[in-house]
Structures are given as C-alpha cells and as structure tokens.
C-alpha cells in the first residue's frame, strides 16, 4: 500500500499530488499487467500439470497449451484435439475416476454403453483396444492453483 507523507504546506502538497498522480498511472495499468501475468502462469501451470498426470502425449497436448486474450481478459487454451479427453475421462474407466466437477462441460461417461467391453480404435497403422481412460484434470488443477494467486501476484504487480 501506498504511503504519502506531506506537510501543510503548498510545495509538499504539490509533491503528494504527483506521488499520488504517478500511483494511480500505475494501478490503471495494474489489471492489465495482472491479467497478462497470471495467464502467463497459467500456461506455465498446465504446461506442468499436464505433464505430471502420465497422459500419453506426443507432446501435442503440452505444448497446445497457450496464452490468448480477447479484449481485457486472459485465457489459458488447451488447442490439441484431445484435450477435453485428458481432462475429462472417458468410458467406464472415466466414470469409475471421474473429473472433479464433470458438469462443467455437461460431460458424460460411456455414452456408448461400451462398459468393461470398451471399444478398439485405429491409430497409427494399428487396432488398439481402450475401456477409456481416468480423468487427469490438468486445468481445473491450474484453474484451482491460480486462484490462490491472485492476491500475492497483484501485490507484486502493485509493488
């Protein structure tokens, strides 16, 4: 917090005035650079989480993982096609270690009814066999990690 000390007297309070003119410039400019540094963690974050929680990747989901703003707010984007999959679950094995909160997406367990039959899928020139996969919520872990953030990342930024 800002502190202005002054006398009662016209070059102190004229002094004051500029002390206090040059704070409010940079709390103006405080939520912007709030907003870009705590995306930017984000990033880094999920990056980290993401790693953590052993999902098969090539490498796709980690580094998918971006930084976008639209107007005065930050987003950390996960752009590889999988990644509501990762985050989410899918099949009985999702259901059976579901996300913490899967109804934020309206997402759904086994739709097809697969159960412990599970299902092949085509990839890379081969059949594989899959009864879903646990849910590794990488973002909802950043989502809950940057939370806890705010407040000392804004009084840095306001330093």
């Known amino acids: ?12 309070i004229n002094q004051a005035l500029k002390e206090l003119k040059a704070y409010q410039k940079k ?5 912007e650079n709030l907003t870009h540094s705590l995306t930017e963690q984000g990033v880094s974050l999920a990056q980290l989480n993401a790693s953590y929680m ?14 976008q703003y ?12 999988h990644s509501a999959f990762a985050e989410f679950g899918t099949g009985i094995r999702g259901a059976q270690s579901p996300h913490p909160e899967p109804g ?7 739709v097809n ?15 594989h066999w899959t009864a879903g996969m646990p849910s590794r919520p990488y973002m909802y872990d950043t989502a809950r990690m940057l939370r806890n953030m705010v407040v000392p990342t804004a009084k840095e930024v306001l330093k």
Request: hydrophobic share 35%; glycine share 14%; net charge negative.
């Open 54 to 67: 052993s999902i098969y990747d090539t490498g796709e989901l980690v580094n998918g993982i971006e930084s």
């Open 27 to 31: 709390v103006d400019a405080a939520g």
């Open 104 to 110: 934020l997406a309206g997402w759904r367990y086994d």
């Open 113 to 127: 009814e697969h159960g412990e039959e599970g299902w092949w899928y085509w990839k890379d020139g081969e059949w």
């Open 70 to 81: 639209r107007g005065d707010k930050g987003y950390v984007v996960s752009t590889a096609t």
């Open 1 to 12: 917090m800002l502190t202005i000390k002054l006398k009662l007297n016209d070059q102190s």
